[in-house]
């Protein structure tokens, strides 16, 4: 039973591999173009014109490529069906095509031009033409027909039916083949060459066959691969082929089209033919066409067109399958896939190495001499391992580095592992204890953490190593230093000693060459470098290779000089991780494809033209290098653009300024159409525009022009508006200057007049209350005259007549100094103390700067109302307070502790009396001419009654007066 399950288990085996390797495949690096344009399309016909633009001939019509999209070709007037064929320019580089009907088409400005009918008696099941040398038309349809002179003529007509085989490449000497009379038809200037027999042995393989020249030696061919060299007279046998169709794009490039699918590259080397691997079996190839710096064009049914920058470029894939990481032994490439399995890849041959090698899926390294214990067979291979049951023992393998013949330091997601006795100065512990297998580890800490990067300084026995934030120096002392940079932690990729320096390949600093711990050089965007954010960096041949987020690139340190690598050398911009060499080849993992590229031809020499249909001002088209004035009406400016290099437009930029607007430079896609500029503004204007490939610029197109200004903008314009403005303002100026004049008149009468009436009021209501006090003065003269108080009486008078004197001074001035009023308040005042006697107490105080003037006897007539209204009824001590209070305001605060507002209304109703109503209307009446006078509300007055528990004790009047700074 053991024998058959060991068996049966070798048979699962086998079948495993062989499907693994029926899934196998390799070919040409590529790419996919208008995928979706021709998802139901048949292209019939393609070809990269000399205009440097792809034509295409389909089912449905002629299509070109411009600005990152396929445009469809207007079908011409009178045009039978949609159907284009046989793709073909002339030596002026016309295009011109056919349809199955026998019409013939040139492309002229972009639009399809009917040229002629092939007549019917010349026209055969199929179409296809070519020119000569001299430009003669030659169709191969029913024979052989050329057009010369817009006649035709009929150069030769098989005596049977047969298959042409029409090799137009050399033009000069068309061969056409006639396997009927066993001949090549050789058309030379529109006439037969000399002719070629073949052997009648070679012509019974094939009713058809094909000829052309392989570095000048002519061969023939028939569709199952029976190969006649016609220089030794031999017949050669080529396996596989089932040719439908064979198609020469130069001297040493014959293409076999498939009946099925894919097609096969046919040339010769030392005089020996080579049949390379059929490329693209998944594809229908239907037509085929080589740019001139040899870009394969192929055409497909309903999947597009496959282009191939590189023919010399190889992809190796497998399907279902990602390959993860690569590595070069000495005699192949050894390839890890997202399963862990691992491969060996050797002159174009795949095989499974080993099946689930790898348990995390990390990295696969080889170090020569190095005997790490985990593979027999290849004892240099590292790869993610296990003992026994232990998975991940060093855990995921990230990078390494062998520092002598048999020892490498390894750095893993658990932290820096060492395998052999070499870097003995540090201090390493043994790990792995209990597996005799393997023997010789050691790690150079126990506490595990992410190591992503190694290196080692064999000069100064310095270990350099990364983690995920930290770049860390370990020197032979054991000394443990963290290299920055400006203060910064430095997060590095990728570590690599070198002729005495450590680079280190940073995310976000570029790449950094490091000294003793020391960063002594950066290499960053400013010189050069696509991307600060750098995976991987490698010495070969004195060159430094990059690859980064935007692509890869080689770097020469001794002339600064920069090589890139991108879609035109068939790798996508920015998907290489992880690189190699072997046999003079790069290596590159993209997008889980192994590519394999010739080191001495890595970069394609770029061939591109940015053509530049319309620059139009308004109405008027510019030409290049013309200067031209245009009118202000024409400033829309519109630029249109034709970037013509399929294989560099993914890297390709198209920058323009318009000096005048702004001298800085923009940048847009090489696939930009237009670019438009509204409404400029007058002036002098030059419009620049070049290209940007990698680090090559081109010279800039010009258009100078210039946009002068309306007549609004002009200098008789301006002299007219300004003459015009003058005159305006001077009729205006006197018109207002003789209306300002009577205004002004009538306002100083107004004002005089106002003035006047200000005055003669003020004048009326003080000569209203100047005998109002006088006949209050009176009564109490008379009273103590009757009183027989002569003193009393005498001194009275005395003060009265003071009194009378500054009342009437006083009466004729608007506004007297402040100690003048209360000096006048004081007078009034001891007179009413005269009056009184001991049973009236007064007092006066002024809190302020007294450089002041105030309107003359404005107080009075309060103070007089309280004597009157408020003491004289009162029984007892009668008391007075008069305060005066200047900040921003003069406020004069008068208080009485008399009967009352209410008490004394009631008594001068008994009385039938008007004084106190008189006295409020005559000061409200005034207060309201001094604010008109000096302009402003500013004077005002609020008489208040106080009160305690409901009695009457007293009136507060304050008084907010208009003052006058002296100044």
Not at 770 to 782: D, T, V
């Amino acid at each position: 039973m053991k024998v058959y399950y060991h068996i049966a288990r070798l048979f699962c085996v086998f079948i495993f591999c062989a499907s693994l390797f029926h899934s196998y495949a390799q070919q040409s690096s590529h790419f996919y173009l208008g995928s979706d344009e021709f998802a139901n399309r048949h292209i019939y016909s393609l070809i990269h014109h000399s205009d440097k633009l792809l034509y295409v001939g389909t089912n449905d019509g002629l299509l070109v490529y411009k600005n990152g999209a396929f445009e469809t070709i207007k079908p011409a007037p009178g045009q039978i069906g949609n159907s284009i064929f046989s793709l073909v320019g002339n030596s002026k580089g016309v295009l011109h095509c056919a349809n199955l009907s026998g019409q013939l088409f040139k492309v002229i400005d972009g639009r399809l031009v009917y040229l002629d009918q092939l007549p019917p008696e010349f026209l055969g099941s199929g179409v296809m033409f070519t020119f000569d040398a001299n430009d003669i038309l030659i169709v191969v349809s029913d024979g052989i027909v050329k057009r010369q002179d817009d006649q035709w003529q009929r150069i030769y007509n098989p005596s049977t039916q047969f298959q042409f085989q029409v090799n137009p490449f050399d033009r000069s000497n068309i061969l056409t083949s006639d396997s009927s009379n066993a001949q090549i038809i050789c058309l030379q200037n529109g006439a037969f060459g000399p002719e070629v027999m073949l052997p009648t042995e070679f012509i019974g393989f094939s009713s058809s066959f094909f000829s052309g020249r392989l570095n000048g030696d002519l061969i023939s061919m028939n569709n199952q691969g029976t190969i006649y060299k016609h220089e030794d007279k031999q017949i050669e046998y080529l396996k596989g082929l089932n040719v439908r169709e064979y198609i020469q794009v130069d001297d040493n490039q014959i293409w076999a089209l498939d009946q099925t699918r894919g097609l096969q590259l046919i040339s010769m080397k030392n005089k020996e033919l080579n049949l390379g691997a059929l490329l693209f079996e998944s594809e229908f190839i239907s037509s085929i066409s080589r740019s001139n710096n040899g870009t394969i064009f192929l055409g497909t049914f309903n999947h597009g067109i496959v282009v191939i920058p590189n023919i010399d470029s190889d992809v190796t894939f497998i399907e279902n399958r990602y390959l993860a990481s690569i590595c070069a032994t000495s005699s192949a490439i050894v390839a890890l896939d997202n399963s862990g399995s691992i491969y060996a890849i050797s002159d174009n041959e795949l095989t499974l190495y080993k099946e689930k090698a790898s348990y995390e899926r990390g990295n696969v390294m080889s170090f020569p001499g190095v005997n790490f214990g985990i593979d027999p067979n290849q004892k240099s291979l590292i790869y993610d391992f296990q003992l026994g049951k232990i998975k991940t023992l060093i855990g995921v393998l990230k990078d390494g580095v062998q520092i002598d013949e048999t020892t490498a330091i390894l750095a893993t997601s658990k932290g820096l592992f060492r395998k052999g006795e070499g870097a003995n100065q540090l201090n390493w512990i043994d790990c792995f204890n209990g597996f005799n297998d393997f023997n010789g580890w050691s790690r150079l800490s126990p506490k595990s953490y992410r190591a992503r990067a190694v290196t080692f300084d064999t000069k100064n026995h310095d270990l350099y190593y990364s983690t995920q934030k930290e770049l860390r120096q370990l020197n032979a002392k054991g000394q443990l230093d963290v290299i920055k940079i400006d203060g910064e932690d430095i997060a590095c990729n990728d570590l690599i000693y070198k002729n005495g320096f450590v680079w280190c390949a940073t995310q976000k600093y570029g790449i950094l060459k490091i000294k003793n711990g020391k960063i002594v050089k950066k290499i960053s965007i400013d010189h050069g470098l696509g991307n600060a954010y750098v995976f991987k960096i490698e010495f070969y041949d004195a060159k430094l290779f990059i690859s980064h987020r935007s692509g890869f690139q080689i770097y020469n340190e001794s002339n600064h000089r920069w090589k890139s690598i991108g879609t035109a050398e068939g790798v996508k911009n920015g998907s290489v991780r992880s690189f190699t060499f072997h046999n003079s080849k790069l290596y590159v993992l993209s997008r889980g494809k192994l590519i394999s590229l010739p080191l001495d031809q890595l970069e394609k020499k770029p061939d591109y033209v940015l053509h530049i249909p319309l620059v139009k001002l308004g109405s008027f088209e510019l030409k290049e290098g013309r200067e031209s004035s245009y009118s202000y009406g024409q400033n829309h400016l519109i630029v249109k653009f034709d970037f013509r290099g399929i294989e560099f437009e993914s890297e390709a930029r198209i920058q323009y300024r318009l000096i005048g607007l702004s001298d800085k430079w923009k940048e847009m896609v090489s696939t930009t159409s237009e670019v438009e500029f509204n409404a400029l503004a007058a002036g002098e204007y030059e419009l620049q525009i070049r290209t940007k490939y990698r680090s090559v610029i081109t010279e800039s197109q010009c258009y100078p022009f210039n946009v002068t200004p309306p007549f609004w903008q002009t200098i008789g314009f301006y002299m007219l508006i300004v003459f015009f403005t003058i005159v305006v303002l001077v009729v205006f100026f006197r018109f207002r200057l003789k209306r300002s004049r009577i205004e002004q008149k009538r306002a100083l009468d107004r004002q005089k007049m106002q003035t006047d009436l200000f005055e003669s009021e003020l004048k009326a209501l003080r000569s209203q209350m100047n005998p109002h006090f006088i006949f209050n003065s009176l009564n109490s003269i008379q009273a103590l005259v009757l009183k027989e108080d002569t003193e009393s009486s005498y001194d009275y008078i005395t003060l009265f007549a003071k009194l009378v004197r500054n009342t009437l001074n006083y009466s004729n001035r608007e506004f007297i100094p402040i100690e003048s009023e209360l000096e006048f308040l004081e007078v009034y005042l001891s007179l009413e103390k005269l009056r009184f006697g001991d049973s009236f107490n007064y007092e006066i105080v002024f809190d302020g700067d007294k450089n002041i003037d105030v309107p003359s006897l404005l107080v009075q007539p309060f103070i007089e109302n309280a004597l009157v209204h408020g003491l004289m009824h009162r029984k007892g001590l009668k008391e007075l307070s008069i305060r005066f209070e200047l900040t921003d305001l003069l406020t004069c605060t008068i208080i009485d502790n008399g009967i009352g507002r209410e008490k004394s209304r009631e008594i001068q109703k008994r009385r039938n009396g008007d004084h106190e109503s008189f006295a409020l209307s005559a000061i409200e009446q005034r207060m309201n001419l001094l604010n008109k006078q000096l302009g402003d509300q500013v004077g005002s007055y609020k008489i208040e009654d106080l009160y305690k528990d409901t009695v009457a004790t007293g009136t507060k009047v304050k008084i907010v007066i208009p003052f006058i700074p002296h100044y």
